[in-house]
């Protein structure tokens, strides 16, 4: 079993930046492919980013490149996502997934993720 515990959200203007973090508990942290997803109101789940186990590879979605980075720290169990030039259209809650692999890969479909995180509201104002 794995927790997933994610920290970092918030209320922030557009054009700012914040840093969301995820620690992970419970399981060897190198096996895990890490990925980070969102929810906004009356929409569905949405994959942001993503990392290999390793942190050698990453996803992400079309609306976010450039703005979003996702890292991890294998020494720290954590993985970060950090989020710049926010808009208001990135308002969500933000959730942490973790799936065991032994591939060095990367996915961005959630129902590859069996550990999920309770969520981070991410409100951006305009």
């Known amino acids: 079993q794995v927790q997933l515990i994610e920290s970092g959200g918030g209320l922030v203007q557009a054009g700012g930046s914040l840093r969301l973090s995820c620690v992970a508990s419970g399981r060897t942290f190198s096996t895990l492919g890490m990925g980070w997803f969102r929810q906004a109101p009356g929409k569905e789940r949405e994959s942001v980013a993503a990392?290999?186990?390793?942190?050698?590879?990453?996803y992400y979605r079309d609306s976010v490149k450039g703005r979003f980075t996702i890292s991890r720290d294998n020494a720290k169990n954590t993985v970060y996502l950090q989020m710049n030039s926010l808009k208001p259209e990135d308002t969500a809650v933000y959730y942490c997934?973790?799936?065991?692999?032994?591939?060095?890969?990367?996915?961005?479909?959630?129902?590859?993720?069996?550990?999920w995180g309770q969520g981070t509201q991410v409100t951006v104002s305009s």
């Open positions: 997934a973790a799936r065991f692999t032994l591939r060095v890969d990367v996915t961005a479909n959630n129902n590859e993720y069996v550990y």
């Open positions: 990392i290999s186990r390793n942190g050698g590879s990453t």
